[in-house]
């Protein structure tokens, strides 16, 4: 985020009290590995008729992706699965009852001493717990803690990790804490339903969210950091993640170096628009005329044109480069609004102390609180008006789709930025105004609210049914619209050893 957008997404101050987590969202069950999807573990346990640890072996491989585990089981059978997911059945599992039982190892084959202490993994592989031991801590030591494999040649069988654990602690309490660390860290990195804050410096928390159909959704982590789940950006709804993306790049190119008067330029003769994309400054038209980039004056005919090839022409750009300034200014315009409005907190806040007017209090907020809604619901709508209308996806409908779309799009629009600017202006009414008459003033408060929310659900509605969802090359989806702003998200986990932050690649 930029420093002029510091502070938009503050939290929200009507979520401050700790609210039950919405339908959708679970704590994890504590467990002995509170970080495991208990619920995952006993689906695949069920699935496959294996023990937890070889479950979790299976999960690790598929990325904790259940529907991948039964989709497998169904083309490939059992027996492949576990082969590719190097899942070893136990052979007292597999052998019927009436085969002897193996003869007791007495050597071990590594370091070839008589030890009483033996383990022997799902495979059959069976060495000292000496040597286990050593193996382990090299592994977890170079960093690596998932998906240890069995010390015998060409094995590729995965130990269990409640072995490498309890060996592991056995020997070495901090590193069998390590190991837990680097397996909590993998099962985050690998698992689509959980994410780091991505806030800046980490809070170190990590989120989960419990449903599929929640991956592209706003949260609000613990820190307070609101953030789109689908792409780690700020919120952006009714925007997709890819416009946004889009967006927040071209914003920041414009915001550093004033993009649109850098690196594109008319031709003084002919007045087509060229992109400069090299380094060189003098520049070759189609036209035939050559001239200076700096000053986009005529060169004359000095330029030798060998450099032609960095100076990419791009015609017809006129119209959308001047959309692109329109939605620009127009984003910009709301969100700035929406921090000068922020401010009315305060002044609700030190009016109503005075006579304790709770109730007005929380009146005057929640109509605040809509409004920050509605501001960055409509500043993002321009963002996605000029990808769909103007740019990208300008030619995912016909032109008659576009023409008609358009116009009902900028009708909702219209419409909502008006009863937008309305609300703004009974919060900004001079207060000693608001204490002669507050009732009347307080219950337009609220009917405007009610309007607003409703047109901001009526125009996601149509963005996401009419627009996204009627795109030729398949629906876009975008996070669902929520009158109350971004779902408390659930904790799943948090790292605070001091040295985690070293550890981690996110940070
Ligand atoms: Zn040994
Ligand atoms: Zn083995
Ligand atoms: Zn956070
Ligand atoms: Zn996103
Ligand atoms: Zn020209
Ligand atoms: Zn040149
Ligand atoms: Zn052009």
């Not at 960095?310 to 017809?316: A, P, R």
């Not at 204490?435 to 009347?440: A, G, L, T």
């Not at 009610?450 to 627009?467: E, G, P, V, W």
Request: with cysteine; aromatic share 8%; charged share 30%.
């Amino acid at each position: 985020m930029d420093a002029n957008n510091k502070g938009c997404y503050d939290r929200d101050p009507h979520n401050d009290d700790e609210k039950p987590p919405d339908r959708g969202w679970v704590v994890p069950p504590k467990t002995k590995n509170p970080f495991v999807q208990q619920e995952d573990l006993c689906r695949v346990m069920e699935l496959l008729s294996v023990k937890e640890n070889e479950a979790r072996t299976a999960l690790v491989h598929y990325r904790w992706d259940v529907k991948k585990v039964s989709a497998v089981l169904l083309e490939k059978g059992a027996s492949n699965l576990f082969a590719e997911a190097g899942v070893s059945i136990p052979e007292e599992d597999q052998a019927s009852n009436n085969t002897p039982t193996l003869e007791p190892v007495i050597r071990c084959r590594i370091c070839f001493m008589p030890k009483s202490h033996m383990t022997r993994m799902n495979c059959g592989h069976c060495f000292c717990n000496k040597c286990w031991t050593k193996y382990f801590t090299i592994n977890i030591l170079n960093g690596k803690s998932r998906r240890i494999k069995c010390m015998a040649h060409r094995c590729n069988s995965i130990c269990d990790e409640s072995i490498i654990r309890n060996l592991v602690g056995e020997q070495d309490v901090n590193l069998a804490e390590k190991f837990e660390r680097f397996l909590f860290e993998s099962y985050i990195e690998e698992n689509k339903m959980v994410k780091w804050c991505p806030s800046i410096p980490p809070c170190g928390y990590a989120l989960q969210i419990k449903d599929e159909d929640d991956l592209i959704c706003e949260v609000e982590c613990r820190c307070g950091r609101q953030f789109c789940f689908g792409c780690l950006l700020e919120p952006h709804s009714p925007c997709t993640c890819l416009m946004w993306e889009m967006w927040a790049k071209s914003r920041d190119e414009l915001e550093t170096d004033n993009w649109l008067n850098m690196n594109t330029k008319r031709c003084p003769v002919c007045h087509k628009c060229i992109q400069k994309d090299g380094g060189c400054n003098s520049m070759y038209c189609p036209c035939g005329n050559k001239f200076s980039w700096l000053h986009a004056i005529a060169t004359g005919k000095e330029h030798t044109g060998t450099a032609v090839a960095n100076h990419s022409i791009c015609c017809g750009r006129k119209e959308n480069e001047e959309r692109y300034t329109y939605c620009y200014a127009s984003y910009m315009g709301h969100m700035e609004s929406l921090k000068l409005e922020m401010k009315l907190k305060d002044r609700i806040e030190r009016k109503l102390s005075t006579w304790k007017g709770a109730l007005v209090e929380e009146r005057l907020k929640s109509g605040l609180h809509m409004l920050s809604i509605a501001r960055r619901f409509l500043s993002h709508s321009y963002v996605l008006a000029f990808y769909m209308f103007w740019d990208k996806f300008r030619n995912e409908m016909s032109k008659e789709e576009r023409k008609s779309r358009k116009k009902i799009f900028e009708d909702k629009q219209q419409q909502l930025e008006d009863h937008v600017e309305r609300l703004s202006g009974l919060l900004n009414k001079p207060f000693e105004v608001s204490m002669d008459d507050p009732y009347s003033t307080q219950v337009s408060i609220i009917y405007q609210s009610i309007a607003t929310d409703s047109l901001c659900r009526n125009m996601y509605d149509f963005i996401k049914n009419d627009l996204l969802g009627s795109l030729r090359s398949g629906p876009l989806r975008i996070a669902p619209y929520r009158s109350e702003g971004p779902v408390r998200a659930i904790l799943l986990g948090a790292v605070t050893t001091e040295d985690s932050h070293s550890d981690n690649q996110h940070c």
